[in-house]
């Protein structure tokens, strides 16, 4: 995963989220000697009245982006953060992605229930879905040498793949 890992973008949503993903994902990045750009995106309404101004989304971004430089700080892996404005969080990721020429996507899933993803869009389907480059999902908690993983079948639970150059499917709404 060498070149994966070399400059990472890490969507943060939150202080919680910005410990799992980093207790996830700082590990493998560091024994790759790669680098880190966490990202907050605040979702616009797209001509809406916001819920928050900028100033306090912007303040909240600081206290997640706190979590992530000091984890990288411990972990000694370069970190970068970027607050991105976007009406769609996973276009402002890939955006962001983009911009700072990372060579994968990086997260942990987060744990919400199926009305909730429907009713409010499944983010991490988006990201995996509409990937132009590699996103990697890992699993919370995970770590290198971790030996009290809970795989009965021996699969190795690092990290899944999803190869960005794969052509998308067409699916049928039928099936949601």
């Known amino acids: 995963m060498g070149d994966l890992l070399e400059r990472v973008v890490l969507p943060v949503a939150s202080e919680g989220d910005a410990r799992d993903t980093c207790e996830a994902v700082l590990p493998y990045v560091?024994?790759?000697?790669?680098?880190?750009?966490?990202?907050?995106?605040?979702?616009?309404?797209?001509?809406a009245i916001d819920k928050a101004g900028v100033?306090?989304?912007?303040?909240?971004?600081?206290?997640?982006?706190?979590?992530?430089?000091?984890?990288?700080?411990?972990?000694?892996?370069?970190?970068?953060?970027?607050?991105?404005?976007?009406t769609d969080i996973a276009d402002?990721?890939?955006?962001?992605?983009r911009d700072h020429d990372a060579s994968a996507?990086?997260?942990?899933?987060?744990?919400?229930s199926r009305?909730?993803?429907?009713?409010?869009g499944d983010d991490?389907?988006?990201?995996?879905?509409?990937?132009?480059?590699?996103v990697l999902a890992f699993p919370a908690g995970d770590e290198p040498g971790d030996d009290d993983d809970d795989d009965e079948d021996g699969a190795d639970p690092t990290a899944s793949?999803?190869?960005?150059?794969?052509p998308p499917t067409v699916e049928d709404d039928d099936d949601e």
């Not at 997640?64 to 404005?85: I, N, S």
């Not at 996507?105 to 919400?112: D, G, I, K, L, Q």
């Not at 991490?124 to 590699?134: E, F, H, S």
Request: proline share 3%; charged share 30%.
């Open 30 to 47: 560091a024994d790759a000697g790669g680098e880190v750009v966490a990202v907050h995106v605040v979702e616009k309404a797209g001509g």
């Open 115 to 120: 009305w909730l993803d429907l009713l409010t």
């Open 55 to 86: 100033e306090q989304r912007e303040e909240y971004a600081a206290d997640v982006f706190a979590v992530v430089t000091d984890a990288c700080d411990d972990a000694g892996v370069p970190c970068e953060t970027e607050v991105v404005f976007a």
């Open 124 to 134: 991490t389907r988006n990201l995996v879905k509409r990937a132009d480059r590699p």
């Open 161 to 166: 793949a999803v190869a960005a150059d794969d």
């Open 92 to 97: 402002g990721v890939f955006d962001a992605a």
């Open 105 to 112: 996507v990086a997260f942990t899933p987060r744990e919400s």
